[in-house]
């Protein structure tokens, strides 16, 4: 038996969503390449991360609002050692990015993609970036820097 | 309403700690159950309350195996305790309240590991919510890192800073012959900053240890405590408060002049007890990392935010020093067995007993026991204990 040409792809072992119904919005939205942030409608915060309610006032009118994907690092690590699936991309950086929209910051964890994890320093500027898990029909978020 | 009545600490027990040890979780938790009893002078059968986490995965609930363990019989008093939930006091209160008379806490486990190491690649990819902790490969210490990093930004603490904590903590286990550590002598701050990175800017001795062993100890109503082995050392104050989810939702500021749970339990607890913070003799505080204990004596009010590095740097928590902390080594240099809220109570106990040897505090009369868990300062417990 002749072997194959090219070998069979890694599996993706790395952590994929869970589908429930309140964050099918959210990940309908990832998938346009939409960051969708639950807005409220009586007072107007944001809410991080997604909650029942408004974490300002508890209203229940929420609705999940695009926005800019512009952020600034609020802190960040690189890990040295990562757990389960992670372990083979050390070093990687953990990113708290606090979006610019307001009220109510939300700060909001991602990888670091597309740059080194030397170039962070908190203050600087990022963007929400995303990329696709084809075969498991997925599209996440990261981080990546902003000029 | 409830009667009220004392509440005191009246056996604790520590089974060896060790990296790895060839027992099973459930004969640790009953040998440390069976000799928190002994050291009260107390039998299983006095026994009306259980707190404690469940290691068996068949029994759902805490209480159920204990409940027939001990022979079928009512329980009064249960606490599930989780890794987020300490609820050190509330077993006093229970037993304030005439509720129960006699409480074992308890936790042990082995062969189970409680950090990064401790997670297996999996055959297929886990199912979360896309903003669980471990969506993007994090972990405890990353969240830790991350809160160091801005603590470092915000208030110019330095690596070197941190690592005093560890050295620190060391020496006092070089005095705990039951401490992981100790033996292996002092560390340096180079030894300290040469360690390995697990998540910047924390290296391996930044971090907790990660080990197989058990804990009990014995909360008795006063009457029956005075009948006890041992001299009682009373609850004489104590507060939970919880803040956060686990490891996912953060606000901005995260570190704040208000303070987190952790101040607000110390607060309540000290006010309680009606002491303030130079009437303690001793202490015991969660050093899950080195940034903890910093931020600790923070919001715990024994120095003012920003200058727990300084505070930590002029000794006032050696050995020696006004507020002796962590007299056993702490989670950085004694054990981290997965649960550790027992380990402060225990190790102030046996300060106030006068059993500690070689760490001893001279005199000491009053205590403060101090837990944690969820994300950073999400989840806190504070006990203040006195005897005399």
């Known amino acids: ?147 | 309403m409830f009667p009220q009545r004392q509440a005191a600490v009246v056996g604790v027990y520590t089974s060896e700690q060790a990296r790895v040890l060839d027992r099973t979780s459930d004969s640790l938790q009953l040998e440390a159950v069976k000799g928190a009893l002994q050291d009260a002078g107390l039998t299983a059968a006095d026994v009306d309350g259980v707190a404690g986490a469940s290691m068996r995965g068949r029994y759902p609930w805490f209480e159920q195996y204990w409940a027939t363990q001990l022979g079928g019989r009512p329980l009064t008093y249960v606490q599930e305790m989780t890794g987020a939930n300490p609820g050190l006091h509330k077993s006093a209160l229970a037993v304030s309240a005439g509720l129960a008379d006699v409480v074992v806490h308890v936790f042990g486990k082995a062969n189970a590991r409680t950090g990064i190491g401790g997670h297996p690649v999996l055959d297929e990819a886990p199912r979360m919510d896309p903003w669980d902790l471990h969506f993007t490969g994090g972990s405890y210490p990353m969240w830790y890192a991350m809160w160091a990093r801005r603590y470092m930004h915000e208030f110019g603490a330095t690596s070197e800073d941190l690592a005093q904590v560890a050295v620190a903590h060391r020496h006092h286990a070089t005095l705990n012959p039951r401490s992981l550590m100790g033996g292996r002598g002092e560390l340096t701050v180079d030894d300290v900053l040469g360690s390995r990175l697990i998540a910047e800017p924390l290296h391996l001795y930044d971090c907790a240890l990660d080990n197989d062993g058990a804990w009990a100890f014995v909360v008795a109503a006063a009457e029956v405590a005075r009948g006890c082995r041992k001299e009682p050392v009373w609850i004489i104050g104590g507060a939970e408060a919880v803040e956060t989810d686990l490891y996912m939702t953060v606000d901005k500021p995260w570190i704040r002049e208000s303070g987190s749970a952790v101040r607000r339990v110390g607060e309540m607890s000290f006010a309680q007890a009606g002491i303030r913070h130079d009437d303690l003799d001793v202490a015991n505080l969660y050093d899950c990392f080195t940034i903890t204990m910093i931020r600790n004596l923070e919001e715990l009010g024994f120095c003012k935010l920003g200058e727990g590095a300084e505070y930590f740097r002029e000794g006032h928590t050696r050995l020696g020093g006004s507020i002796p902390c962590n007299t056993d080594g702490g989670l950085l240099s004694h054990s981290h067995n997965g649960m550790t809220h027992g380990f402060p109570m225990i190790e102030v106990t046996r300060q106030l007993r006068g059993e500690c040897g070689p760490r001893q505090v001279p005199g000491a009369r009053l205590g403060l026991a101090f837990s944690q868990g969820a994300s950073v300062h999400g989840a806190a417990t504070a006990v203040v204990l006195a005897t005399g």
Not at chain 1, 21 to 39: A, E, S, T
Not at chain 1, 41 to 56: K, N, T
Not at chain 1, 57 to 81: K, M, N, Q
Not at chain 1, 111 to 136: K, W
Request: hydrophobic content about 40%; overall charge negative.
């Open chain 1, 1 to 147: 038996m002749t072997s194959s040409s090219t070998a069979a792809p890694m599996p993706y072992r790395k952590p994929l969503p869970a589908i429930a119904d309140d964050n099918k919005p959210f990940l309908d939205g990832l998938r346009r390449h939409r960051f969708l942030v639950p807005k409220c409608g009586a007072c107007g915060d944001y809410s991080w991360i997604p909650h029942p309610a408004c974490r300002s006032c508890l209203s229940e009118d929420l609705t999940w609002t695009p926005v800019s994907g512009d952020a600034t690092v609020y802190s960040f690590t690189i890990a040295h050692r990562g757990p389960g699936a992670f372990a083979l991309d050390v070093p990687y950086a953990i990113v708290l990015g606090e979006l610019v929209e307001q009220p109510r910051p939300c700060l909001v964890v991602g990888n670091l993609v597309g740059a080194l994890p030397g170039v962070l320093e908190i203050g600087m500027p990022i963007r929400i970036g995303y990329h696709d898990v084809p075969e498991h029909d997925a599209t996440l978020w990261h981080w990546t820097t902003r000029a």
